[in-house]
């Protein structure tokens, strides 16, 4: 009952640091939590040869950066490569960078041979977004994004982010939004940086969940309630005690704890570098 978290094991998968270059600075950015290799231009053979030699057991590769569609050429050259000689499902977390509306024939390319693209999208509000990620856009976005095909493959996501996207109306606007341009799938994460920043799920929508901790991170969420004509699904990614100080453990944490006394999680789990190096405690 309590292996309901992608940190106890239910998750095999591969986390691709494909770049460290990315053309965005928003501030709750994983690279300005961990060190990395800096390292801007990926090894698209070094890290496939890498993902193929240690394939054994995992699920799934999820290409991150920085920002991995500032080179496409050798993101579709890595996956490619994985499919060919794997059965690993492979996934792109992108903010769509104007590389991929100057590339549209390659960025189209990338969509036919992955298993599904998760977008950044921060708000739907372009100016607001602009805001979250410290840059200015050089393209319609928006537009870019209705025009896209195979939405089914697309997954948008969005961070509950103090001060910019964390009252209930504001969240409800730009759910409807995003629903209605016809993506099918919505992940809204709960991003986790003190009292300052930190604003949960359940205090917005004024409603008790169960612990995220002792009873899963991940939960789909039924937005029909707050969005009748709500048409797509809901995946809220929630902050724990562990990782967010500011939050208490619960009495069924409490049993959790005890029980990974004696209960160690089978993770098989793993970060490769854009030299191909792989790290097998995370990221570095």
């Not at 509000?125 to 095909?149: V, W």
């Not at 937005?223 to 009495?251: H, N, Q, V, Y």
Request: aromatic fraction near 12%; glycine fraction near 4%.
């Amino acid at each position: 009952m309590f292996n309901n978290n992608c940190c106890d094991g239910i998750y095999h998968s591969y986390d691709v640091h494909f770049t460290s270059a990315c053309d965005n600075k928003c501030s709750f950015c994983i690279d300005k939590k961990y060190q990395g290799l800096n390292i801007k231009k990926p090894d698209a053979k070094a890290i496939a040869k890498t993902i193929i030699d240690n394939s054994e057991g995992f699920d799934d590769v999820l290409f991150l950066g920085g920002e991995p569609c500032l080179f496409l050429e050798e993101l579709i050259e890595c996956i490619t490569l994985i499919k060919e000689q794997t059965n690993l499902k492979c996934y792109v977390t992108t903010s769509m960078p104007k590389t991929c509306y100057d590339k549209q024939e390659l960025f189209f390319k990338l969509i036919d041979i992955c298993d599904g693209i998760n977008i950044s999208a921060q708000h739907h509000n372009q100016d607001i977004a602009d805001k979250i990620r410290a840059t200015k856009s050089q393209y319609d976005r928006i537009e870019f994004y209705r025009s896209l095909p195979h939405k089914e493959k697309f997954r948008i996501n969005l961070n509950i982010n103090k001060p910019y996207l964390y009252k209930k109306e504001d969240l409800i606007e730009c759910l409807r939004f995003f629903d209605n341009l016809g993506f099918p799938e919505i992940k809204l994460s709960e991003i986790q940086h003190g009292s300052e920043c930190f604003v949960s799920f359940e205090s917005i929508f004024e409603i008790k969940m169960k612990s995220p901790y002792s009873h899963g991170c991940q939960t789909w969420v039924d937005m029909k309630p707050w969005i009748p004509d709500f048409k797509g699904k809901l995946l809220l990614k929630r902050s724990c005690f562990l990782c967010e100080k500011t939050l208490k453990a619960s009495f069924m944490d409490g049993v959790k704890a005890l029980f990974r006394l004696i209960s160690k999680p089978n993770v098989k789990y793993g970060v490769i570098y854009e030299n191909g190096l792989l790290s097998k405690k995370g990221w570095i």
